[in-house]
């Protein structure tokens, strides 16, 4: 079983054989996962037996975020609205992005959480309503994500995102906050309709959607029912069952 996550080669440092061992890979494979549902519309050509699953969420893990009453000590300081970001911050994260968004609202707050890698950290972005408070575990994320009032997914639009299906899409939503996100494929085919996750392709679009997005929040109830609905039966549970029954066929 091939269980094919993301585009690889495409990320910065790909080794350059990476492609070939992948077609080798596919030859001797009998299924083929895929990690969302534009990277199995790359790999169906290559293999006849090639299944899409979307990113699943543990929705209860996400949910406590709904209930936490205080923040972590590093986030409890900083102002609001928060907006936040959980995630490798590395050619994927569109700097210039966040940058300006921050320049466009000073009175927002941007929390960005996660390990800066194969970029210079130097080229971040450095202003007094941007806070990088590095990397955290994953249980601690629920803890950061309550206290936020939107979350994004700021990603670059370029050959290392133009196959990804970002899991924290339904674990900022089982989280019980509304999403911002560029117009990375995946979402928009996902969740594009959806109502919670708002799609922004330029900077003052981004600001705009947020705007509403804050909107979104003021009204939990509503937001909330309107998240699960979105989030319906997305479980890791549901995603290995039919996993499985799958990988069952082949005996």
């Known amino acids: 079983v ?32 895929t990690g969302g549902y534009s990277l199995w519309e790359a790999k169906r050509t290559l293999h006849d037996n090639a299944h899409p699953f979307p990113s699943s969420v543990d929705i209860e893990h996400f949910a406590t975020a709904r209930g936490f009453q205080n923040n972590p000590p590093d986030q409890a300081g900083i102002g609001r609205p928060r907006l936040g970001f959980y995630g490798v ?15 466009l609202r000073p009175d927002w707050q941007f929390v960005m959480i996660g390990p ?6 130097a080229a971040l972005p450095r202003r007094p309503n941007i806070h990088f408070l ?20 700021p990603f670059a639009l370029n050959e ?52 509403k997005a804050l909107e ?20 890791w549970d549901q995603t290995q069952t039919r996993m499985q029954e799958m990988i069952e066929c082949l005996a």
Do not use: H
């Not at 929040?217 to 509503?222: I, L, T, W």
């Open 2 to 33: 091939y269980d094919c996550m993301d585009e690889l080669s495409g990320f910065r440092g790909a080794p350059p054989q990476l492609l070939q061992r992948e077609r080798e890979l596919l030859e001797r494979a009998d299924l083929v996962f």
């Open 89 to 103: 911050i590395d050619e994927r994260f569109d700097i210039a992005l966040l940058e300006q968004a921050a320049s």
């Open 116 to 121: 800066v890698v194969k970029i210079d950290a």
């Open 134 to 153: 590095g990397g955290k575990t994953y249980d601690e994320l629920p803890g950061y994500l309550a206290g936020w009032n939107v979350a994004l997914m």
């Open 160 to 211: 290392s995102t133009r196959f990804i299906s970002p899991t924290k899409t339904p674990e900022y939503l089982a989280g019980g906050c509304p999403v911002v996100s560029t117009p990375v494929a995946d979402v928009i085919r996902g969740y594009g309709e959806s109502g919670v996750v708002l799609i922004a392709d330029t900077a003052e679009a981004f600001v705009a959607a947020c705007e």
């Open 216 to 235: 979104l929040a003021a009204d939990r109830e509503e937001f909330l029912k309107n998240a699960d609905r979105t989030l319906g039966d997305m479980s």
